[in-house]
Nanobody
Framework: QVQLVESGGGLVQAGDSLRLSCAAS????????MGWFRQAPGKEREFVAA????????AYADSVKGRFTISRDNARNTVYLQMNSLKPEDTAVYFC??????????????????WGRGTQVTVSS
């Protein structure tokens, strides 16, 4: 099991940028795929982005392609989500998650084993 702690959320205006971080501890020697999900009030948790252990493969939801970038630093056990050109519809709690499902980034939240508690991102218009 790995423990995940997100940080970097906040209140910004439309068009601004934020960078979220997710620090992992515990069984960090396992080659997890790491993902970001988000959940807006009254909506289901949805996939945002994922990155493979090797960092060479990434996947994004269509709604964030071209605006968000996921990356990871395995030496620091940290994964990042750079969010640019933020929109009010990006407002949500953002969760970091770890998956042992395989070497490729996955979008199915059921394949993620460990989750952080989330960080709030609010984008005002």
């Amino acid at each position: 099991q790995v423990q995940l702690v997100e940080s970097g959320g906040g209140l910004v205006q439309a068009g601004d940028s934020l960078r979220l971080s997710c620090a992992a501890s515990g069984r960090t020697n396992v080659r997890y795929t790491m993902g970001w999900f988000r959940q807006a009030p009254g909506k289901e948790r949805e996939f945002v982005a994922a990155v493979s252990w090797s960092t060479t493969t990434t996947a994004y939801a269509d709604s964030v392609k071209g605006r968000f970038t996921i990356s990871r630093d395995n030496a620091r056990n940290t994964v990042y989500l750079q969010m640019n050109s933020l929109k009010p519809e990006d407002t949500a709690v953002y969760f970091c998650a770890a998956s042992k499902a395989g070497p490729y980034p996955v979008s199915n939240r059921g394949l993620y084993d460990d989750w952080g508690r989330g960080t709030q991102v609010t984008v005002s218009s």
